[in-house]
């Protein structure tokens, strides 16, 4: 018998990481759009930067991140942000999303677009970026 192992001729996991530094790298189809580059992805990130850095300027000033966006207002953020229209086309009311963890040291912010499949954005404190991903 032979000493080498049957591989598939194709393993999967070399090909979803070379998928993904692929569409990192900007080589993705050029009719489609990367959910980093998407016009959707785009805004809804602009639109919920000043969010972001309301709950880092909250949790500086408090010791921990707030429990709730509504207590960023007025003191360190003068409104929440508005909803956008390819938004509000697409039927969705709450297009965006803060959680807290449990002892208040870290937070998430979100936020889900279709178009032409379900996309995903979001931005943790303890990463401190923005990942996009999805159905592009």
């Not at 979803?16 to 959910?35: H, I, M, R, V, W």
């Not at 016009?39 to 909250?58: E, F, N």
């Amino acid at each position: 018998g032979s000493s080498m192992r049957s591989m598939p001729p194709f393993p999967m996991r070399p090909l979803l990481l070379l998928g993904a530094s692929l569409a990192l790298s900007g080589c993705f189809n050029p009719f489609a759009c990367s959910p980093m580059g998407c016009a959707k992805a785009v805004d809804g990130r602009a639109r919920l930067q000043p969010i972001i850095d309301a709950v880092v300027a909250y949790g500086d000033a408090q010791g921990a991140y707030p429990d709730s966006v509504a207590q960023l207002v007025p003191a360190f953020l003068v409104a929440l942000p508005d909803t956008p229209d390819w938004v509000a086309r697409s039927g969705q009311s709450e297009w965006w999303y803060y959680e807290r963890s449990g002892d208040g040291a870290t937070f998430s912010v979100g936020f889900a677009y279709g178009g032409p499949g379900m996309n995903h954005c979001g931005w943790t404190s303890d990463r401190g970026d923005w990942r996009c991903s999805g159905h592009y």
